[in-house]
Every structure is written in C-alpha cells, then in structure tokens.
C-alpha cells in the first residue's frame, strides 16, 4: 500500500487540492497547505516510489527563491496599473457619459439600448480591463433604463453581464497578462493575438441582438422619442467622420517619408485631433455647424479612444511596454478624471485600496501556486499530467478538445485567476510538447476561462450584476411608474445564451487559428525565397585563372588563361608587396 501511494503522489496530491477548494478554504492557502503537507508525507514516502519521488528537506531551500521571483516579476505590475487606471475611470463618470451618448445615438432601431450596451462594454474592456468595474458601471445607468422602455429583463440583463465580461478578452486584460507570464511568453504577443478574437466575440453579441429584434421584436423595443434628448443629426456626424477621414489620409501621405509604415496611425491621430477640437470650438463658441448628436458623440468618444491608443497603440507600435503602457494609461485615466472635475483625493484613496487588495489577492495566490508546483514538480507530477494528456486519443484535436471541456467544467468552480495560476501550468508543457504555439493556446484558454464569469450559478459576472440590480419593486424617477425587480431566476436564464456564444467563439478560435497567429506577422512561403550570389570578379567569373562558372571547359583540356588583370605569382621566388 506504502509503495502504491508513493508511486501515484501526483495524481493523489492534484485530487487533494480539488477537495480542499470544493471544501471552500480561501484558494491562496489551499494551494500552499497542500504543497507543504505533501511535501513532508513525500520527504517520509521517497525511498519507497521506486525513483518516482524527488523530494528531501534540502529543497525547502529554494522556496524563499522561488517567492523572489515572483515578487520581483516586471511584467506582474501591468496588474496593479490596469486596475488603478479602470478603477479611476470608473469613478470618472466616462461609463455614464458614453452609455447616455451611444444610447441616443442608436436609440431610433429597435434593440438599440443593447447595441450600446455591447458597444460600451467593448469600450470600457479596452480601457479598464476590469470585468467588476464594467458590469457594476453598466448595471447601474443601463438596466434602469432599459427596464423603463419596455425591455425582457432577461436578455437586458444577459446583454450587461457577457458585454461586461469582454474586458477578459479585449487587450487591456488582467488574464492576459496572467496567462502570459504562465506561459512565459511576451504580454505584448498576447496582446496582439487576444485583439481580433475580442473583436468577434464581439460582433456575435451584436448578431445575437439582431436576431433577437427580429424574432422578438417586444423584447427589445426602440428608445421613444420623447427620449432622444439629443435629437437628430446623424448626417452632421458622418459628414464630420468623412471629414477627419480625408484629413488622415492627407497626413498619412505627408507623413509617410518621415514615419513609413506607422505613418497610417499618426495620420488617424492627427485626424482625430483636428476633428475633436473643432467639435470643442463649435460647441463652446456656440457656432452650432455640427448638430448636437455629432458634438456630443466626438467629445464624448474621443477621450477613451485616446486613452486606448496611449495603452494599446503604444505597446502594438514598440514604443511602451505593457507595463509602461500601464503605467502611461494610469496617468491617462487620472488626467481624464481631472479634466471632468471629478478627481478627489477621496477617490484616489478608493482607487488605491482596491488595487492594493487586487494585487494582493493574486500575488497571494502566484506564492500558494509556487509553493504546490514546487513539491508537484518533485514528485514528477508535471510528467504525470504531460503523459496523460499527450496520450488522448487524436492527438492535438483531441487534447484541445479534453482541455477545453476540462477548463469549461472547472470555470463552474474557480475563477479565472485561479485557473490560470493552477491550471495552465500543468496544460503549457503538453501543449508544448505536441507543437501548439502558446499564444493561441493561451487566448483560446482565455476565451474558454471567459465563461466562468457567466456560469450560473457561480459567475461572478452575474454576482456583479445581481448586487445592483432592483431586488424588491421601485418607483421608476422618469415616468414615476412602478417597476418589478430582477429576480436572481432572470439573471440567470439571461446569461445562458451567451455562454453559448462563448462556447461557439471557442470553436472559432480552433477551427481558425490565424486569426490570433497573425501575431506573427505575414506568413513567408519559403518557395519564395530566392538566393542570388553577388557577382564576384575574382572567383568563377574569369578571374584567378578559373572560367566563368557555367562555361564549357576550354579546348584541348588545357587550363584556361590568367587573368589579365591580375598580376602573375611566381611561386618559385619570394612574395613582393611593392
């Protein structure tokens, strides 16, 4: 029995661990408790595995190493600086202003609350990064009023839940620079590869409602007018967007000598620019060229715009790292509060406390992580793990497929970070080993772990969205009617089928891979590549005394004559350097 349980510690250690968590103890202190007591019972148990266990009280000694590491981790204050940034913003009113804006903007079709919603959602994961902060924002200003103009309860609250779990995915994520540093490669590659899957998970939420509004149309009913507050003017707006168009494309031209390939960014920046200071003109010296809408869509929209290109643009060009670009889009954020009058020192201390408690919280479970794998990886358990999934039946297709069921179950469970610390330290050596660029198994299991905000009855998306949302009936402050709350019921039905959703980009992720290997650049066929040897006078083209090559040999079988261009050695006498 001794003998058994020595030779099988992995597998009996990771199945400990499932229990310790299934048991509810805090996941930082599961991790740690189990490395430590399987380390002790492994030291007893090592001379009876037979070799499989190398464990002994030595080892203890690269443990304050290891926590080191982990402290001294640069690419782990990304973490700190996306929070704080997202945190500010929230607190700077952008979310209002940009739901209010969009919403009047799409509010004539039918469902176009939740166009705004999903619109917004994208927005603020490309500048937050933070699922709590944009699922709080928009269940606060958005579900009130799309309950008071006729909305299912359901598919406005399953709109605000998956559109608030898009800051997972879309580049500036927490995850991503989690799952990064756990495969170690670079934040900046996940980036890029993360950024065209964000964008289609977000174009089917967008396909999802318009289905819906075609199928049920009372389901999600078009902003009445009496709510268009801002009027009309999409005309002014697309003439003022051809206009800053024209202006990029100019600069583009101009700027191409000095900048080359990156000449197309800094003339959309100067396009931008031009068009959002003269809508600032307009509206405050009261010229009114552009209508309301367009003036208010432009200064609204700009601003985060600029923040996204300060964090993503200058990380995608080279120019910051992601930490740097952290650090740029925390002052961003800061600036932008500011300049809205809504920066205090009481909401700075806010900002900070919960990035403190944040960058606690997985810093606690990077050291309980560092702790397990270090007594895992002593009684061979990461072998154990790479066999058995290398092993699968239908090789890289089926091990996509055993993880991606796996992780889906687990997301029922533990949250993302948790997953990306135990899990995906165990996946990348297999994944590895069966030649899976990183990078896409990386943003494939980010889609994946996505789903584990949306989980009912565990998704903390939904638990976001449930602490705000109306629980007992209310008086609504526009129309004074009396409104009936969201049931926990309703939450939950609303968020399935956009776990759905989730579930199919999966499947896109695998049955199209470029879209995240573009990372990589433009593929090279190496058919392509032709070698073209420099003409060289002296070596087979007549000169030393050799034919050009290709040429016949010269008649009579003789050598063919010196060059006349270079002098004769005559081997027989000393060398002369006259």
């Known amino acids: 029995m001794i003998h058994f349980i020595a030779e099988n510690m992995a597998p009996i250690m990771f199945f400990c661990l499932i229990i310790f968590l299934l048991l509810g103890y805090p996941v930082a202190f599961s991790l740690a408790a189990n490395g430590l007591l399987f380390f002790f019972i492994g030291v007893e148990l090592a001379p009876f ?55 009047q903007l799409f509010g004539p079709i039918r469902g176009g609350l939740a166009y705004a919603v999903i619109f917004v959602g994208a927005l603020l994961a490309a500048t937050t990064g933070v699922v709590a902060a944009s699922v709080i924002a ?3 200003i958005s579900l009130p009023i799309m309950l008071r103009y006729g909305y299912d309860r359901r598919v406005a609250s399953g709109v605000i839940a998956a559109s608030g779990t898009l800051a997972q995915i879309i580049p500036p994520s927490l995850v991503l620079i989690v799952l990064a540093d756990q495969l170690g490669r670079s934040v900046g590659d996940m980036y890029k590869g993360a950024l065209i899957p964000g964008l289609v998970l977000t174009g089917l939420y967008i396909l999802y409602i318009l289905v819906m509004s075609i199928v049920r149309p009372k389901s999600m009913p078009a902003l009445p007018l009496e709510a268009r507050t801002l009027g009309h003017g999409v005309t002014s707006l697309f003439v003022a967007l051809a206009a800053a168009f ?102 700075v201390k806010q900002a900070l406390a919960a990035t403190t408690r944040l960058s606690s919280f997985v810093l606690f479970i990077l050291i309980g992580a560092r702790v397990f794998s270090l007594t895992f990886y002593g009684v061979n358990g990461h072998l154990w793990v790479e066999h058995l999934l290398t092993s699968l039946p239908g090789g890289e297709l089926g091990f996509l497929i055993v993880v991606n069921v796996l992780v889906f179950f687990l997301a029922f469970f533990l949250d993302f970070f948790e997953l990306a610390f135990i899990i995906v330290p165990l996946l990348a050596p297999a994944a590895d080993k069966l030649g899976i660029d990183l990078i896409w198994f990386g943003v494939l299991l980010g889609v994946n772990m996505q789903t584990s905000f949306m989980h009912p009855p565990f998704g903390f998306a939904l638990f976001y969205l449930r602490s705000v949302a109306a629980k007992v009936p209310y008086l609504d402050k526009v129309t004074g009617k009396r409104m009936q709350p969201v049931t926990t019921g309703q939450i939950y039905w609303g968020a399935v089928p956009f776990v759905c ?58 050598t063919a004559p010196a060059n006349p261009t270079l002098p004769a050695n005559d081997l027989s006498k000393p060398p002369s350097f006259n």
Do not use: C
Not at 55 to 61: A, G, I, K, Q
Not at 246 to 258: D, E
Not at 332 to 344: E, F, Q, T, Y
């Open 49 to 103: 595995s037979s070799g499989s266990i190398n464990l002994s009280w030595p080892l203890l000694y690269a443990m304050p190493e290891r926590l080191w590491g982990v402290m001294s981790n640069d690419t782990l204050l990304a973490i700190p600086f996306f929070t704080f940034m997202g945190i500010v913003l929230e607190r700077s009113g952008m979310a209002e202003d940009l739901l209010d804006t969009i919403g």
């Open 138 to 140: 928009m269940g606060l």
């Open 246 to 347: 024209a202006v990029a494309y100019v600069a583009h031209v101009l700027l191409t000598p000095t900048f080359g390939v990156d000449a197309d960014i800094w003339g959309a920046v100067v396009g931008i620019i031009l068009i959002y200071i003269f809508a600032i003109v307009d509206r405050a010296m009261g010229l009114n060229i552009m209508s309301r809408l367009a003036q208010q869509v432009i200064i609204v929209l700009i601003p985060p715009l600029a923040l996204i290109f300060l964090v993503l643009g200058t990380i995608f060009l080279g120019i910051a790292t992601p930490t740097e670009g952290g650090a740029m889009g925390a002052v961003g954020a800061l600036i932008m509060a500011a300049a809205k009058g809504r920066l205090s020192m009481e909401v």
């Open 501 to 558: 959703i989730q579930v199919v980009m999966v499947g896109l992720v695998i049955a199209f891979p470029q879209m995240v290997m573009h990372y990589k650049g433009p593929v090279v066929d190496p058919n392509s590549i032709q070698i073209k040897m420099p003409d060289m006078p002296g070596l087979g083209g007549g000169g030393l005394g050799l034919p050009p090559l290709g040429s016949p040999p010269p008649a009579g079988g003789g």
